[in-house]
């Protein structure tokens, strides 16, 4: 049976990929809120209990599963990545992130605002509050030090453009078409970079995929664990 493992995006944790740990057995999730570096989330990944897997990365995480396909090419039988670039940190998002910095290391930051939800959700999806409520809670009670933390690991995130031709395993790239904070145009993008790519952009989506289109992205994630 083809394993899955998934890394979460900033702030979230196992409950991002609830809908797709019920659907495939063999899944598994990985930690990413308590590493220093991106190096120590690489090497986090390097201990699932499976030989050759499918690579499933959010966000913040997709970035952690390029980094680690092109380190560890024999480990990966296939690369999805979900709302990340290959252009590293989106610059708006970066330059917000810069701004709010201070703050953050300082321990004051208090969690997912109203107003990034409405960021980060399609419109239809901000109005279903239990979605609002996972997202915030996800955060968790020790958001100030797990997002500095995972700032200083990957706000310089390493721009995999140049390298993916290097990959020996397909790659699947989905967005949201209406996702503010990766952009479906920079998902698309991927065409331009490894031409044997599938790029899938999912329609009244925002960055949230596995929240907002669970049944789509199974479906997707289907198809890549087939023999």
Same mark, same amino acid.
């Given at each position: ?24 057995? /063999? ?19 390097? $201990? ?8 499933? #990365? ?24 979900? #709302? ?15 701004? &709010? ?15 990034? $939800?409405?960021?980060? $959700? ?20 020790? &958001? ?30 989905? #967005? ?29 989506? #925002?960055?949230?995929?596995? $929240? ?5 992205? /199974? ?9």
């Amino acid at each position: 049976m083809t394993s899955l493992v998934f890394l979460p995006g900033t702030l979230c944790d196992e409950r991002l990929f609830k809908y797709q740990i019920e659907k495939f057995p /063999n899944a598994h999730v990985v930690n990413l809120r308590t590493q220093n570096t991106l190096d120590e989330m690489i090497e986090t990944v390097t $201990l699932v209990p499976y030989e050759k897997f499918v690579i499933v #990365g959010f966000s913040m995480g997709g970035s952690v599963a390029q980094e680690f396909t092109l380190k560890y090419p024999a480990r990966v039988q296939h690369l999805v990545v979900i #709302g990340s670039s290959a252009l590293g940190y989106p610059a708006h998002e970066r330059e917000i992130v810069l701004k &709010a910095k201070p703050m953050i290391d300082k321990g004051l930051f208090k969690g997912i605002t109203e107003r990034r $939800l409405k960021e980060f $959700l399609h419109p239809k999806n901000y109005e279903r509050k239990e979605l609002r409520d996972l997202i915030q809670d996800m955060a968790g009670a020790d &958001a100030a030090a797990v997002y500095s933390r995972q700032l200083n690991a990957t706000l310089d995130r390493p721009d995999t453009s140049d390298r993916l031709h290097q990959l020996h395993c397909p790659l699947t790239a989905i #967005g949201g078409l209406d996702d503010r904070i990766v952009p479906a145009d920079s998902i698309r993008r991927y065409k331009d970079f490894y031409p044997a790519s599938d790029v899938i952009i999912l329609e009244e989506c #925002g960055h949230f995929v596995p $929240l907002e289109k669970p049944d789509e992205l /199974n479906r997707i994630l289907n198809q890549t664990v087939q023999p």
